[in-house]
RNA sequence: CGGGACGUAGCGCAGUCCGGUAGCGCACUGCAAUGGGGUUGCAGGGGUCGCGGGUUCAAAUCCCGCCGUCCCGACCA
């Protein structure tokens, strides 16, 4: 195990906490290449719940999964301008095979748009190939210069969708369905929850018409880019030559849409929720929803309560419920409490001879409260609810300290200053659309305009005028520190 | 790539100034007791002191070179 002091607090050392918490918790650890990342099977466990649960919902989309090669020509990138601008400097690039020169170098794809459109231009021949909906799950490199763990890692797993479609308004409005599918999986499973919008052009994706994200905030008040979602018009498909014939019989290009979350989520979880004990999963991700302890004294009392523990656990099974018993011996129970803290685990089972007597288990929560006696009768159908509770809180209060940490229209160009730079998260206010004075405040402040927020975020009363210039406003946007 | 710090057991460190048997805490292993919130006791295992060279009877320690890591700045899911 890992040593067992406590976290340094978050608010001592956010960054340090957060760095204790995955290396205790065991959910990652450095590799010995240079920021890259091994994720540890606490870690795992999470990212394959989020999968799960976000392929089932882009099947239930229509959209199939497939796999495209790990290794792209470099010339592929280099087809769409923008593209191999915003890609290029951070590339991996493999220069030799087989011991040889290669003719081509290939590139480590970065993302891969560039293959999977050269591919759909083989595909695709009439209209009736459209839509073609397809979705995978890969790794991905980009040598970055600063990493941390899961939020930037040299590389990373995630999704990429990736959509061709007839018509513009066809791929508007499936970048934005996945927008809100994403917005739903933040909220519903992980308890996080985000701001949609668009995003300013100097944050769009390299390549893309639109880029759309989810920003969430975090307990240090920075923003977090946790999904995105591209309309890439007909840029790729103009590159990659993606024609189909139309209906009326004509050759037109087809329009894209690309959009991806990464194991980045799993960093978001974690400063989302977590508090100084350590993680705090939500339980509909996590790997054990409830941990049973059992207590005991002599051997004759542990295989009693062994026997106890084993027929919870079927009868939290038979209810859907994530089931592990810890029966490790040599170590006393309140060491495998705060061992199951550390790593999150929603709830925790102690079960000793007074409770089997009883016919109860004593119930702890990971978000607090008193520990509290269930009677054993109905347990399976009783924690399916507390599970739908927790969920339930845990988002509330995430909710709750988002819009504590946010700030609507601040009166004074310095008001906006004075917030950013005391620590404040989301700061709301108006701006000319100038990308000049986008990039002044970036310099200034160290925010940036995470979002323009999406109808039902917007102040009831949009601001008249850019907090910075006093010019017109042309929208309301979100600025913030972000990671 | 620029500025700063640091490399000694799995982790955190002391020892380096002033050369002389490689140490401490935690973790780990075994045994026993303990067991409803981080358990004690006893006994153990584990080190090319980042790497290479030099000085010296003798180098973790002094000198030279290299490598690596971390923090701060320019780029980013």
């Known amino acids: 195990m890992a040593d067992n002091k406590a976290l340094t607090p978050r608010a001592t050392d956010f960054s340090a906490w957060y760095n204790e918490l995955i290396m205790k918790a065991q959910l990652a650890d450095y ?26 919902m882009f099947k239930d989309t229509g959209h199939q999964n497939a796999y495209f090669p790990l290794f792209i020509p470099q010339s592929f990138l280099a087809r769409e301008a923008e593209h191999v601008e915003g890609f290029a400097p951070e590339t991996a690039v493999v220069t030799h095979g087989g011991g040889k020169l290669l003719d081509e170098p290939l590139v480590v794809r970065p993302t891969s748009e560039t293959i999977i459109y050269a591919m759909y231009a083989k595909w695709i021949q009439s209209y009736r190939d459209l839509p073609l909906l397809i979705n995978q799950w890969a790794n991905v490199v980009r040598w970055e210069l ?35 599918l ?60 993606v024609r189909y014939q139309s209906q009326e019989g004509k050759e037109e290009y087809v329009w894209n849409t690309s959009w991806g979350v990464s194991t980045r989520l799993v960093g978001g979880l974690i400063m989302t929720h977590g508090d100084d004990t350590g993680l705090i999963c939500p339980p509909r991700l996590a790997q054990y929803q409830v941990v049973i302890v059992p207590i005991y004294k002599a051997d004759a009392e542990r295989a009693a309560m062994l026997e106890a523990a084993d027929k919870v656990k079927a009868e939290l099974q038979t209810a859907g ?34 409770d089997v007597a009883g016919g109860t288990v004593m119930l702890a929560r990971r978000t607090g409260g008193a520990k509290e006696p269930l009677s054993l009768e109905g347990i ?35 008001a906006f200053i004075d917030y950013l730079e005391g620590g404040g998260g989301f700061v709301y206010a108006g701006w000319c659309g100038d990308p000049a004075v986008e990039a002044e405040i970036k310099e200034q402040t160290k925010a940036t305009i995470r979002v323009i927020p999406d109808a039902e975020f917007r102040s009831s009363e949009a601001p008249a005028k850019c907090i910075w210039t006093g010019r017109p406003a042309v929208a309301e946007v979100v600025w913030a520190r972000a990671y």
């Not at 290449?33 to 976000?54: D, F, H, K, S, T």
């Open 31 to 56: 590799s010995p290449v240079r920021g890259c990342m091994v994720i540890r099977p606490n870690g795992y466990a999470i990212w394959e719940q989020m999968q799960a649960a976000l392929d089932r």
């Open 146 to 180: 600063r990493t941390r763990l899961f939020l930037r890692t040299t590389e990373f797993l995630w999704q990429e969708g990736h959509t061709a479609h007839a018509t513009e308004a066809e791929a508007e409005a499936e970048t934005l369905m996945i927008l809100g």
């Open 182 to 241: 994403y917005r739903n999986f933040m909220e519903q499973w992980m308890a996080m929850p985000v701001l949609t919008g668009r995003k300013t052009n100097s944050e769009r994706f390299a390549g893309a018409l639109r880029t759309y994200s989810c920003e969430a905030l975090m307990q240090d008040n920075k923003a977090l880019q946790a999904g995105t979602s591209h309309n890439l018009g007909q840029n790729f498909a103009r590159a990659f030559e």
């Open 321 to 354: 419920i994530r089931v592990h018993i810890d029966g490790r011996e040599g170590i006393k129970p309140g060491a495998k409490y705060y061992e199951w803290e550390t790593r999150g685990v929603p709830f925790r089972f102690e079960l000793g001879p007074r």
């Open 380 to 414: 399976g159908p009783r924690m399916v609810q507390e599970v739908g509770r927790m969920q339930h809180d845990l988002l509330n209060a995430a909710t709750l300290r988002r819009e504590h940490n946010s700030f609507r229209h601040p009166e004074t160009k310095q």
